[in-house]
């Protein structure tokens, strides 16, 4: 008997990465596989020995550019693949304090209250929950902003870049956060967030682009506002993420694209997961549907052992057989607390979407019921 199921029915999408930091998507029911298919087969008339192609890629056949079309030659020299996760690949030292930011979330703190509040405070009790900054990245950019003294404040606003206002954002989403926790330690007034709408001016700025650290200062954000209880307000901007991940290729498992970096990939996983975790308990406090379903998510949980490999790369095993790329166990490891709340955040989509459903197609099996209990007795 012929089986229900249609055989390889995965999906060929295309994520591109144009930077260790910047990557698109694109879907397969886009069209692009297509696409890219003749592209060969006319790039192959021109022969073997002809130019590179003048043709437009398929994104932007199917998207349009949106952006000035980026040189392929720079493209690829910009990505590399490095051996240690932990090596900063993209240099945070290229950024300066945002003073246009200043009415809306305040000035830096002093540098003894900075330490105290981002060492004691934000890494130690913030961080292990919700690891999506890069903690070398995260110091030698606050090393940049404090040995330039009060320059930092004083800087032309068209001398700003997007960068510089994704880092403004993130560190005072940080000592805010850490403030929060240390009622000893005395963040100057003029230094706090005055109030949770003070974000909403920056969502587009930040929505414009898909690169990681736009997503760690939208993430800085939700966290900010999780923890002061505006939950409304983070369930927006975590509309904001989910859409700029799928638009970067976020969903997808960064360890089957060779383009990417070690440091690259990992980072990656953690700021989808850390999203993902999230986006549940906003599902679950405020009943709405979920944002993103389990089925369509194929990147490797936390702290678990990594199972794919990027395309033409492979290990070999003891035996000598090839065998899939794993994470440092010591990144596993780092990672535990956050993989408990993604086990439990995907427990909370599971009832979501048995509870939260239209009345005129909600209909809750008895068994699915028994397997959801059985599973949460199981954690």
Not at 9 to 23: P, R, V, Y
Not at 92 to 109: F, I, Q, R, V
Not at 197 to 212: A, C, M
Request: aromatic share 6%; proline share 6%.
């Amino acid at each position: 008997m012929a089986s229900e199921f249609v055989p390889d029915t995965s999906e060929i999408g295309s994520l591109t990465a144009h930077s260790n930091e910047d990557s698109q998507f694109v879907g397969s029911l886009s069209g692009v596989y297509f696409i890219q298919t003749v592209k060969r087969a006319f790039d192959g008339l021109d022969g073997p020995g002809s130019s590179e192609s003048q043709l437009p890629t398929a994104e932007e056949m199917l998207v349009g550019a949106g952006t000035p079309p980026r040189d392929k030659r720079h493209r690829t020299s910009s990505v590399r693949d490095t051996a240690s996760s932990s090596e900063v690949v993209e240099s945070a030292a290229e950024w300066t304090y945002d003073p246009s930011l200043t009415a809306s979330l305040g000035n830096l703190p002093p540098p003894d209250v900075a330490k105290g509040l981002m060492m004691m405070m934000y890494f130690k009790v913030w961080h292990p929950l919700f690891p999506f900054l890069h903690g070398p990245t995260f110091l030698q950019a606050m090393e940049k902003v404090y040995s330039s003294g009060n320059e930092a404040q004083h800087t032309p606003e068209s001398c700003i870049d997007h960068r510089s206002t994704c880092w403004t954002i993130i560190f005072q989403c940080v000592f805010n956060l850490g403030s929060l926790l240390a009622p000893d330690v005395d963040l100057p007034s003029e230094s706090k967030i005055p109030a949770p709408t003070s974000f909403k001016s920056l969502l587009g700025t930040l929505s414009s682009r898909h690169d990681i650290v736009s997503l760690q200062a939208l993430l800085a954000i939700q966290v900010y506002l999780v923890v002061t209880m505006s939950h409304r307000q983070a369930s927006t901007v975590g509309g904001c993420i989910l859409r700029s991940m799928l638009h970067a290729g976020l969903h997808r498992c960064p360890f089957r694209c060779k383009q990417l970096s070690a440091h690259d990939r990992q980072l990656r996983k953690r700021v989808f997961w850390c999203a993902y975790a999230i986006g549940r308990y906003h599902s679950q406090a405020l009943g709405l549907p979920l944002g993103i379903h389990d089925s369509d998510i194929n990147v490797c949980l936390p702290a678990a052992r990594e199972m794919h490999s990027p395309r033409g790369q492979t290990t070999q095993s003891a035996n000598g057989s090839s065998a899939p790329q794993h994470g440092n166990k010591e990144d596993r490891d780092k990672e535990s607390v956050l993989a408990s709340y993604v086990d439990s955040g995907t427990l909370t989509g599971r009832e979501v979407e048995l509870s939260h459903k239209s009345i005129l197609v909600r209909s809750v099996r008895r068994s699915s019921v028994l397997f959801l209990v059985t599973d949460v007795h199981k954690r």
